[in-house]
């Protein structure tokens, strides 16, 4: 063991503590939220409140861990310089969601040391699910080592997808090309881009995509799919899809069909 795996292990404990109690601060936000007095203040601008608390938590408890990290943050990021070691954290991943009561949600910390992702956690306070992986074995849910389904085919598959704010062509010509495949397959939006990923990592869905992302919704998520053995890439099939603001993320088995049936077809 070399002293960069030493150091992920001493911090991993640290980080899955601050997910935890993130996700247990946004849970008990969302009862309060319920409340009448909330009404007043309307209901976007208190979450809006409860994003940046969350994040500004989150920030104070992972600096207190690695003192000089950099932070690409959903929240407050204005400029973004990357050092040894940057983090990039959603704080409330799955916002329409929680907005309505409604789950699921998520927490989604990932931590990058120079260009690559080397640890991630996602934490689903209401299912109590929690995913990490820190590439030094296998990803694991609530503990246990989780990994991919087989799934090879179209036909029957449970496939999650998300729909973006603003849809180009190319986006509704994806739409259109997955609506032929209804009676062939399952889909499924279900609104927290890190946990979508997290189920195709745990072998629940057997792919997901989705355009219009940003680095936060996917760090952490893609990392632990990739070390539970599935497979992420941009909509070319290409590895720009940490940046690029698009994703595929599958099984593997399921990604070259996926692409040429849904995301590359004309
Ligand atoms: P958010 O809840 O933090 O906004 C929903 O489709 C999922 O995609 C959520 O994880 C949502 O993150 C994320 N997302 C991010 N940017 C998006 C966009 N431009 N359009 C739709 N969803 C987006
Ligand atoms: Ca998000």
Redesign the pocket.
């Known amino acids: 063991m070399n002293d960069k795996e030493m150091d992920l292990n001493n911090i991993v404990d640290e980080v899955i503590l601050l997910a935890r109690t993130t996700g247990a601060y946004l849970a008990s936000e969302q009862r309060s939220l319920q409340k009448q007095e909330i009404e007043l203040k309307g209901t976007r601008n208190y979450v809006t409140y409860i994003d940046k608390e969350a994040e500004r938590r989150l920030v104070k408890g992972l600096r207190a861990i690695l003192p000089e990290s950099a932070f690409l943050t959903?929240e407050e990021t204005v400029t973004f310089e990357p050092r040894d070691y940057s983090w990039i954290i959603?704080p409330?991943?799955?916002?329409?969601n929680y907005v309505h009561g409604d789950s699921p949600?998520s927490v989604s910390i990932a931590l990058m040391h120079e260009t690559k992702v080397i640890l991630g956690v996602v934490f689903d306070p209401v299912a109590d699910q929690l995913f990490v992986a820190t590439g030094n074995g296998a990803a694991t849910l609530n503990g246990e080592p989780l990994g991919v389904s087989r799934q090879e085919s179209l036909t029957n598959a449970y496939i999650g997808f998300?729909?973006?704010?603003?849809l180009d062509s190319r986006g509704e010509t994806i739409l259109v090309n997955a609506m032929k495949q209804f009676r062939n397959c399952s889909f499924r939006?279900k609104?927290?881009?890190?946990l979508e990923i997290c189920y195709v990592a745990a072998g629940i869905s057997d792919a997901y995509f989705?355009s219009?992302?940003?680095p936060w919704?996917v760090a952490a998520g893609a990392f632990i799919l990739e070390c539970a053995g599935g497979r992420c890439s941009d909509f070319s099939g290409g590895d720009h899809y940490l940046f690029g603001k698009e994703m595929v993320a599958s099984n593997g088995k399921l990604h070259e069909t996926l692409m040429q049936h849904i995301i590359t077809a004309e």
């Open positions: 959903e959603d409330l991943d799955g916002t329409t949600y998300g729909i973006p704010y603003s939006i609104g927290s881009a890190a989705h219009g992302l940003s919704d």
